[in-house]
Nanobody
Framework: QLQAFGGGLVQAGASLRLACHIS????????IGWYRQAPGQERELVAS????????YYAGDVKYRFTISRDNAKNSVSLQMNSLKPEDTAVYYC?????????WGQGTLVTVSS
C-alpha cells in the first residue's frame, strides 16, 4: 500500500507537507501520484512524479503552490502545499499512476478554514 500522512486543520494561506510511505507494491512503479477527493466530488489527480524525480505534473489549480518530490532511497513521496485555500480541503491519497485499487490507503484529511 501507499500510505499518506501529514494532514491537518490549517487556516487559509498556511502550508502543510504531506508524506507518502510506499511499501508492499509488487512492481517498481515509475510514476507516483497524489490524489484528492473533496466532499461530494470525484477523486482527482493533483500531482505526479516520475522515478527520476525530475519530471513532474501538476493540476492547474495547484501549480505554483504545491511541490511534489520523491526520495527513492526512503520509498517516500512528499507533497509540499503552500498558500492553501479552502477549496483545497479534501482527503489526500497517494497511489501509482494510473491508480490501482489495491494500493489506495486511508488517505489523510486536509481541512483549510477561511
Amino acid at each position: 500500500q501507499l500510505q499518506a500522512f501529514g494532514g491537518g486543520l490549517v487556516q487559509a494561506g498556511a502550508s502543510l507537507r504531506l508524506a507518502c510511505h510506499i511499501s508492499g507494491i509488487q512492481k517498481d512503479y515509475y510514476l507516483i501520484g497524489w490524489y484528492r477527493q473533496a466532499p461530494g466530488q470525484e477523486r482527482e489527480l493533483v500531482a505526479s512524479i516520475w522515478k527520476d524525480g525530475k519530471n513532474t505534473y501538476y493540476a492547474g489549480d495547484v501549480k505554483y503552490r504545491f511541490t511534489i518530490s520523491r526520495d527513492n532511497a526512503k520509498n517516500s513521496v512528499s507533497l509540499q502545499m503552500n498558500s492553501l485555500k479552502p477549496e483545497d480541503t479534501a482527503v489526500y491519497y497517494c497511489n501509482v499512476q494510473p491508480p490501482l485499487a489495491p494500493y489506495w490507503g486511508q488517505g489523510t484529511l486536509v481541512t483549510v478554514s477561511s
